[in-house]
């Protein structure tokens, strides 16, 4: 990460300099969680203007106190002791206008807030001793792939109990539910915290570290009566479904596998470097009922060309393997993208599709 880049505070410039440091005091930013090329970013910066006495001297400099990109923290306190470069103006001041500088490519903004007070919101503490310090306990990926089961609790109250949560080198992961066969959340960043679910008496929970994209929690594959019919909510005995658990490759990538009615399904996720996860469901059996995969439950999604979906407006893409015929159709929950499971003289075709975000 660099000064450059989202997020960051950038640098100051003075060409009186030595040569190769005219760029100085810059802030990076300590993760990279922006979303990909054409998605909507969502940035909060808090910031407190230098201070001047009545001559005009300054007091105190310039501090950006927080930026959080897409839900995440990163930069805090960064102390600022001049203009940056580009600034519009050689000097600072208590007092100045919001600038959006937009000469370095293609860039849309929209729902842009601003106040003059920051307020939060405080409460009481518990413990009458006071603040009780603790180490959190974090989870990291190394160069191979970190897989932990734990409960995870997702938007609308719910709590995923039979979750596992994956980890890929290059600070990409996602979450996957054992009960159903599906992907309910992907982010980039860090991997997990496991302080809920670790320290002194845990409920037995862990949060992601970094910029969550939250998918649908229902499940991947259902047999439907018709291309009309009502997806599941679960995939219970009717169904029959059961979790065989899951395969680690010799990279120790994960392959989920279980049973549908009367089909073995393998579930495997890979990433390329961390720019995306390209997610492969194979079908073993012919299909004798009409089988599908839903890949997206969105209040909109809208195909962009070239097998490429925009989810909830620009949220995420997905991106559909040519050889596939997708469906969207309207639910009462709202868009789906369906995938049906066809027989070829080489078995089933696979559902394959990535995840861009």
């Given at each position: 990460?660099s000064d450059s880049d989202l997020g960051a505070v950038?640098?100051?410039?003075?060409?009186?300099?030595?040569?190769?440091?005219?760029?100085?005091?810059?802030?990076?930013p300590r993760l990279n969680v922006s979303r990909a090329?054409?998605?909507?970013?969502?940035?909060?910066?808090?910031?407190?203007?230098?201070?001047?006495?009545?001559?005009?001297?300054?007091?105190?400099?310039?501090?950006?106190?927080?930026?959080?990109?897409?839900?995440?923290?990163?930069?805090?306190?960064?102390?600022?002791?001049?203009?940056?470069?580009?600034?519009?103006?050689?000097?600072?001041?208590?007092?100045?206008?919001?600038?959006?500088?937009?000469?370095?490519?293609?860039?849309?903004?929209?729902?842009?807030?601003?106040?003059?007070?920051?307020?939060t919101k405080a409460t009481n503490g518990s413990e009458?001793?006071?603040?009780?310090?603790?180490?959190?306990?974090?989870?990291?990926?190394?160069?191979?792939?970190?897989?932990?089961?734990?409960?995870?609790?997702?938007?609308?109250?719910?709590?995923?109990?039979?979750?596992?949560?994956?980890?890929?080198?290059?600070?990409?992961?996602?979450?996957?539910?054992?009960?159903?066969?599906?992907?309910?959340?992907?982010?980039?960043?860090?991997?997990?915290?496991?302080?809920?679910?670790?320290?002194?008496?845990?409920?037995?929970?862990?949060?992601?570290?970094?910029?969550?994209?939250?998918?649908?929690?229902?499940?991947?594959?259902?047999?439907?009566?018709?291309?009309?019919?009502?997806?599941?909510?679960?995939?219970?005995?009717?169904?029959?479904?059961?979790?065989?658990?899951?395969?680690?490759?010799?990279?120790?990538?994960?392959?989920?596998?279980?049973?549908?009615?009367?089909?073995?399904?393998?579930?495997?996720?890979?990433?390329?470097?961390?720019?995306?996860?390209?997610?492969?469901?194979?079908?073993?059996?012919?299909?004798?009922?009409?089988?599908?995969?839903?890949?997206?439950?969105?209040?909109?999604?809208?195909?962009?060309?070239?097998?490429?979906?925009?989810?909830?407006?620009?949220?995420?893409?997905?991106?559909?393997?040519?050889?596939?015929?997708?469906?969207?159709?309207?639910?009462?929950?709202?868009?789906?993208?369906?995938?049906?499971?066809?027989?070829?003289?080489?078995?089933?075709?696979?559902?394959?599709?990535?995840?861009?975000?």
């Open positions: 990460m950038y640098h100051r410039w003075d060409e009186s300099r030595p040569a190769g440091q005219f760029g100085y005091e810059g802030v990076a090329p054409g998605l909507w970013q969502n940035i909060r910066i808090i910031f407190q203007a230098p201070k001047f006495d009545a001559a005009g001297k300054k007091t105190a400099n310039a501090r950006v106190v927080q930026v959080i990109l897409n839900g995440v923290s990163i930069i805090e306190n960064a102390v600022l002791q001049g203009p940056t470069r580009g600034s519009a103006f050689a000097d600072e001041a208590a007092m100045g206008p919001l600038r959006i500088q937009g000469d370095h490519g293609s860039v849309a903004f929209k729902n842009i807030q601003y106040s003059t007070t920051v307020t009458a001793k006071g603040w009780v310090e603790f180490k959190p306990v974090y989870v990291k990926v190394g160069t191979e792939p970190e897989l932990l089961r734990s409960f995870v609790d997702i938007p609308g109250g719910k709590r995923v109990t039979h979750a596992i949560n994956v980890g890929y080198p290059h600070n990409i992961s996602y979450s996957y539910d054992l009960s159903n066969g599906t992907v309910f959340q992907v982010w980039k960043g860090g991997f997990v915290d496991g302080t809920p679910m670790w320290l002194f008496r845990g409920d037995g929970n862990t949060t992601a570290i970094g910029s969550k994209v939250p998918l649908n929690d229902g499940p991947s594959l259902a047999i439907l009566d018709s291309e009309t019919a009502a997806w599941p909510d679960t995939l219970d005995a009717k169904y029959g479904f059961r979790s065989r658990g899951y395969e680690l490759d010799e990279k120790g990538y994960p392959t989920f596998k279980y049973v549908l009615n009367t089909y073995n399904v393998d579930d495997k996720l890979s990433s390329d470097e961390g720019k995306s996860l390209t997610r492969q469901i194979t079908v073993t059996g012919p299909v004798q009922k009409s089988l599908y995969a839903r890949v997206a439950i969105a209040t909109d999604i809208v195909e962009a060309g070239e097998g490429l979906y925009s989810v909830n407006n620009y949220q995420y893409y997905i991106q559909i393997d040519k050889s596939l015929k997708p469906v969207i159709r309207t639910s009462a929950k709202g868009k789906e993208l369906l995938i049906p499971v066809l027989n070829t003289d080489k078995g089933t075709t696979p559902v394959q599709y990535s995840l861009i975000w």
